[in-house]
């Protein structure tokens, strides 16, 4: 029995185009079983033209036959397993077996049809055996593989969108630019035919275009060696710098003193790093990525056979629509009757159930937290890596561990001698300028100082000590500035290496919070997974147990109510036979012999006998005369014939007579009437 939703899907695709039947629920309710019928077979009607017959015209029998083939041709099965009662039901116009049948019906109609159409070439006829080997059934059954083949290709190339029309189009005009180019080739081929020499030059024309050809080859094969270059390139530095991750963040490291080996934190790190990053992955793998793989897949699935499926008309996407809503609106009533029916008390599973939900719930929300963290671990990763690029093109080689540290303590001690030196060198810039100014003093009061100073140091024999000073003071003013571009340097490169340290350090300052909760929730999602799990297996495994109860009870019932029927009608049947047969014998055994049975019975066979008696003198009679009765009916049949040719020869003469009056008037006048003489 269809349920009151279902009913509503029915009405409503009946009043829809093309049956427009303009039915309520009321008026649907209130069919007599040939109207119920009469509706099954315009359904019918609609998925095989073969079907449009009027009932009238045709038995109850030959009409339930022919619904049952038809049925059995669209594969459909019945919500009734015994076949007498469904042919019993179909006969009597049930709407317990009506109604599915039209909800199946006009639930699938445009694959009905199809199916329909295609029975009526697929289906197998039943030959004996000894005709399989036949010449003409092997020709029906290559001819069926034959149309298969052919009905695959229409639809391929009906789903596959191309429009009649359009290929037309497209073909002609493709004619017509391959006439033109046929006319552009002739009009070429005539103006070349007077060149000398014409052979050679379509020889090299014909080996340009191969070299042009070959040239684009070794361009696209150019272009992706480049590819696969720049790949490798990434790949490999990719892997150098694992690898010196890997030889910088060693497990060990030797102590020089004692000789022994003192184990290194570092290693430790590392390693419980990459078994988080394991663990990661693994998770991402087989949960996260499987989950969505399978999406992708179920995803790619959908739109493969939404692509293989034929393109759909307004009318078929408008039914889906309606189809859809229908179902959604279902699914909402089931879910509002489930809500009522399930009592919050009775109900001891709902505890578990909320439980779950909001372990998933905090699990999907945890998830898309550790994928944001882990989208953000990666820009940082991308961002390291590009650094750690830019410092190796210059030319310098990425410094970590203990490494790094030995050279930020060098980088301190050399600031701080840097800047020792500096304030020095400032010192002795102002002592140099004060110098500069006492020089310049003395030599606006004596312009012969040089003089003066170079005879002072030959004197002396320090010859050139002038010289020697100027020279020196370039010198130490080129390293001045040398120095300074060498501490501008130091300074960006520990810059740098600051920044980039702090970055990691905040990074995984922020991260490790999130990491050491994720695994907090990770281990209680694990527990009450086990638990989930545990209590989901002793739900199913009641709720098997339950429902094979349930269904050995409900068979046991099924089989006594069909046993109760039948011994309730074998008890009415019976019941009434009692009550006829003691009729009967109360009418043998009454002693007026006007109701008796023997009296009644003698005199019905007396009537019997003599009408039997005159229907056999009526049978001597007709042989009798049958013979000179055929011969009278003979003579009868001439006697109209000659009637029939004088009325004709009579019409004849009188339209003549008509139009030749005024020559046989005495012809007239003499001719009277014909008559016969026997």
């Avoid at 410092?391 to 060098?410: F, K, M, N, S, W």
């Avoid at 995984?508 to 638990?531: C, D």
Wanted: charge should be neutral.
């Amino acid at each position: 029995m269809c349920t009151p939703t279902e009913i509503q899907y029915i009405v409503f695709a009946l009043n829809q185009a093309p049956f427009n039947k303009d039915l309520t629920l009321v008026s649907f309710d209130e069919k007599t079983p040939l109207e119920l019928l009469q509706l099954l077979n315009d359904v019918f009607v609609e998925v095989s033209t073969d079907h449009n017959i009027d009932l009238r015209d045709e038995t109850i029998e030959m009409t339930i036959e022919r619904f049952i083939s038809f049925l059995w041709v669209l594969k459909y099965k019945p919500n009734v397993q015994d076949p007498y009662i469904f042919k019993t039901g179909l006969t009597a116009g049930d709407k317990h077996i009506i109604h599915p049948i039209l909800l199946w019906l006009l639930q699938r109609i445009p694959d009905l049809r199809k199916r329909a159409y295609l029975a009526k070439y697929l289906i197998t006829i039943e030959v004996p055996t000894d005709m399989i080997t036949d010449d003409v059934y092997i020709q029906y059954k290559d001819k069926q593989d034959e149309f298969k083949e052919v009905h695959k290709i229409v639809d391929k190339i009906r789903s596959s969108g191309f429009e009649p029309d359009a290929l037309k189009r497209e073909v002609s005009k493709l004619e017509e630019e391959k006439a033109q180019l046929m006319e552009r080739i002739d009009r070429i081929r005539r103006k070349v035919q007077e060149l000398p020499n014409i052979e050679k030059f379509l020889e090299a024309a014909r080996g340009l275009r191969l070299e042009m050809e070959m040239e684009d080859k070794l361009n696209q094969k150019l272009d992706e060696q480049k590819a696969t270059l720049a790949l490798s390139k990434q790949r490999s530095q990719r892997v150098s710098a694992t690898l010196r991750e890997l030889r910088n963040m060693g497990l060990g490291k030797s102590d020089e003193e004692s000789g022994e080996s003192v184990p290194d934190t570092n290693g430790e790190i590392f390693l419980q790093k990459l078994e988080d990053e394991v663990k990661t992955n693994t998770f991402l793998v087989k949960e996260k990525l499987a989950q969505e793989m399978k999406e992708k897949q179920e995803w790619a699935e959908k739109l493969r056979r939404v692509l293989n499926e034929p393109s759909l008309t307004d009318q078929a996407r408008q039914q889906l629509l309606n189809e859809l809503t229908i179902l959604r609106r279902t699914i909402k009533d089931l879910t509002t009757a489930r809500d009522q029916l399930v009592n919050p008390v009775d109900d001891k599973l709902n505890l578990f159930r909320q439980q779950a939900n909001l372990v998933e719930k905090r699990k999907d929300e945890k998830d898309a937290r550790l994928k944001d963290v882990l989208d953000d671990l990666e820009e940082v990763e991308k961002e390291h890596t590009s650094k750690k690029t830019q410092i190796e093109a210059q030319g310098a080689r990425v410094l970590r561990g203990e490494e790094l540290e030995t050279y930020v303590a060098g980088l301190r001690r050399k600031t701080q001698l840097y800047r020792k030196s500096k304030a020095e060198l400032a010192e002795l810039r102002t002592e140099g300028g004060i110098l500069a100014r006492t020089v310049e003093i003395l030599q606006s009061r004596d312009s012969h100082l040089k003089e003066f100073l170079g005879e002072l140091a030959a004197k002396k024999g320090v010859t050139g000590f002038d010289a020697t000073v100027t020279k020196l003071e370039e010198v130490s003013q080129a390293k001045a500035e040398t120095d300074e571009e060498k501490s501008k340097t130091l300074e960006e490169i520990s810059k740098i290496v600051t920044e980039i340290n702090n970055s990691i350090k905040e990074r995984r300052n922020k991260l490790s919070p999130q990491v050491k909760e994720l695994r907090q929730i990770r281990q209680v999602s694990q527990e009450m997974e086990v638990t989930y799990n545990e209590k989901k297996q002793a739900y199913e495994s009641t709720k098997l147990s339950l429902d094979s109860e349930k269904g050995k009870l409900e068979q046991e019932w099924r089989l006594y109510q069909d046993e109760c029927e039948r011994e309730e009608s074998r008890y009415h049947y019976l019941h009434s036979m009692n009550v006829i047969i003691d009729a009967q014998l109360v009418k043998a055994q009454e002693k007026d012999g006007k109701n008796a049975f023997k009296e009644i019975y003698a005199k019905r066979i007396s009537e019997q006998e003599q009408n039997s008696k005159q229907l056999r003198e009526k049978q001597k009679e007709l042989k009798e005369t049958h013979e000179p009765n055929l011969k009278q009916r003979e003579a009868f049949l001439d006697l109209r014939k000659i009637l029939r040719k004088k009325l004709e020869i009579y019409r004849t003469g009188r339209a003549d007579r008509k139009k030749n009056a005024k020559k046989n008037d005495d012809m007239e006048r003499g001719a009277g009437f014909d008559r016969m003489v026997f």
